[in-house]
């Protein structure tokens, strides 16, 4: 038997969700309980960060779980912190429910949301709830700190510098492509069960995103500033351009250079899609795309998981892609558009 949120009320049901949070940082003063949270950067900037999660537009609760939902929500905001060089410390977590949710819906939401704050070190130290007329939704902010001199913003990618990324590129575009299908595929089967073997890769890409708080750490030991960062969670031609633009440069990346997945190639396969403009432009990747001065080559080449794809050019060069054969091609921004969705 599920319980009723009205049962419980607005406080109460924060009460529920909040009474075993314990705070971690320093920096967090107050945290839940009282008119607002207290916190404490001393020789610190702060850094902040909100995303507004609505059900239908970012999110579809026919096979995204509840606690993967939470632990995303969370982590797409911590990784924004990250992409600034900053160490993400507490999040508000404010939520529209309607009434066909029950309590036990948002203990798997909380469930998640904990376990990314507990994983990544970083407090719940408030939030709100309200009822929704239209489904589920979720605005976090994250605040975190940064180190003065050592914050990286999107404008200060210099010509001839290298541009980095983590990881790989479109998996989680092509995880949320099956996804999609076998939902398609389930609505008019009664007897239906999703084809998801081999694929696990692709699935938990989309489904269950990590922040790169480990190449954030590396940078670091290695004594290395980026010039200029961003998370590519729009996809990597929006968020290079991005960086393009407000540094006033041009850039050059190379297709044979864009680390993909297997699972990522095999499954574009299937889709007929090509698997270049997958890598291009699937966002919800959350890796780190940075540059950095040319004589740090080796030192950022020897870090696992980065690959260089590429270097900024002068802005009257503009942003192109170097194909296989040698030919140039114009970078257009077609990435993820909540707007257009």
């Known amino acids: 038997m599920k319980t009723d949120i ?38 610190c900037q702060t850094l902040v960060t909100t995303d507004l999660l609505l059900e239908g537009i970012h999110f579809d609760l026919t ?42 819906d948002m203990e798997e939401l909380y469930d998640g949301i904990r376990l990314a704050c507990d994983i990544y070190g970083v407090d719940l130290v408030g939030g709100d709830t309200s009822a929704s007329l239209t489904g589920l939704t ?52 009664a007897d239906f069960s999703p084809a998801f073997e081999g694929k696990e890769y692709i699935l938990e890409r ?13 940078l670091a030991k290695r004594g290395i500033t980026p010039t200029a960062m961003m998370d590519i969670s729009d996809g990597l031609s929006s968020e290079l351009l991005h960086i393009c633009k407000q540094s006033h440069t041009g850039c050059r990346i190379y297709e044979d250079r864009l680390p993909i997945d297997y699972q990522t190639a095999s499954m574009a396969e299937e889709f007929n899609l090509n698997v270049t403009t997958v890598a291009l432009n699937g966002g919800e990747d959350y890796e780190l795309l940075f540059t950095v001065p040319l004589t740090q080559h080796d030192n950022v080449a020897a870090i696992e998981g980065v690959h260089i794809i590429g270097h900024i050019t002068a802005e009257s060069l503009g942003a192109c892609l170097i194909t296989r054969d040698g030919a140039e091609i114009q970078l257009k921004a077609q990435g993820w558009n909540s707007l257009e969705a």
């Open 6 to 43: 009205a049962s419980l009320g607005e406080f109460g049901l924060i009460d529920h969700l909040t009474q075993e949070i314990k705070l971690k940082n320093r920096s967090s003063i107050k945290g839940v309980g009282d008119d607002a949270a207290v916190l404490d950067y001393t020789n």
């Open 138 to 189: 979720i605005s976090i902010t994250c605040i975190g700190e940064g180190i003065s001199g050592q914050i990286v913003y999107r404008n200060g990618a210099q010509e001839n510098n290298l541009i980095c990324v983590s990881g790989d590129l479109g998996a989680a575009y092509m995880g949320l492509q099956l996804l999609e299908r076998e939902k398609t595929v389930f609505s008019q089967e």
């Open 206 to 218: 989309q489904l269950k995103p990590e922040a790169r708080k480990d190449i954030i750490a590396e």
């Open 63 to 104: 096979y995204v779980p509840l606690k993967h939902l939470g632990y995303k929500s969370a982590v797409v905001n911590f990784s924004d912190i990250y992409a600034m060089n900053g160490q993400p410390k507490q999040i508000t977590v404010s939520l529209g429910v309607s009434k066909r949710f029950s309590v036990e």
